[in-house]
C-alpha cells in the first residue's frame, strides 16, 4: 500500500444515504436491531468493510452491529469512546467541543483509515474492497420533565 491512499480525503455521507437502509432516527432498541440486521444481512456484492467510531450514545449501535449474525461479514472493528482523554488520544489533538458535526466527522476521518489499513491486510484483493469509517459523537438526552 502507498501512502497516497491515505492522503485521500474521504466524503462524508450519512450512513442511511451510503447504505440505503438505515432511518435517521431510532425509537426504539428494537427498529435499531431489525435494521442492522437489514444492512448485515443484505447482499454485498461491494464488499463494503467497515470500522466504526463512536463516542457517547453511538455505542448502542456499535453493540447491536456486532452482535448480529453475519456481521463479521462488515464489521472490521468498533471502538467506543467515553472518556475525554480517550477521545482526544483517538483523534491526535483536543476538540474545542466532544459533542459535534466536525468531532463525528474527525471519528469517521479516524476510523475510514483504519478500515483501509485493515482491508489491506485482509484475503480479498484491496480493489475489490470498498472502505467505510462510521463516527458518531453523542451524549444521551436528559429525559426529566
Known amino acids: 500500500m502507498t501512502s497516497s491512499v491515505f492522503n485521500q480525503r474521504p466524503s462524508y455521507r450519512p450512513l442511511s444515504r451510503l447504505l440505503g437502509t438505515m432511518p435517521n ?6 427498529t435499531l436491531q431489525e435494521d442492522v440486521a437489514k444492512l ?4 454485498n456484492k461491494f464488499n463494503y468493510r467497515m470500522t466504526i467510531s463512536v463516542a457517547g450514545g453511538g455505542s448502542t449501535f456499535a453493540s447491536t ?5 453475519g456481521a ?3 464489521l472490521q472493528t468498533a471502538h467506543t469512546l467515553y472518556d475525554r482523554a480517550a ?6 489533538s483536543e476538540p474545542s467541543h466532544y459533542v459535534s458535526s466536525d468531532v463525528s466527522k ?15 491486510q485482509s484475503r480479498l484483493p ?11 459523537s453523542s451524549q444521551l438526552g436528559n429525559t426529566d420533565a
Open 87 to 92: 477521545i482526544d488520544a483517538y483523534l491526535g
Open 126 to 136: 484491496f480493489s475489490q474492497q470498498v472502505c467505510i469509517g462510521v463516527g458518531a
Open 25 to 30: 432516527d431510532y425509537s426504539t432498541l428494537q
Open 72 to 74: 463479521s461479514q462488515l
Open 106 to 120: 474527525d471519528l469517521a476521518d479516524v476510523a475510514w483509515r483504519e478500515s483501509f489499513q485493515y482491508a489491506a
Open 65 to 69: 452491529l456486532a452482535a448480529t449474525r
Open 40 to 43: 448485515v444481512n443484505r447482499d
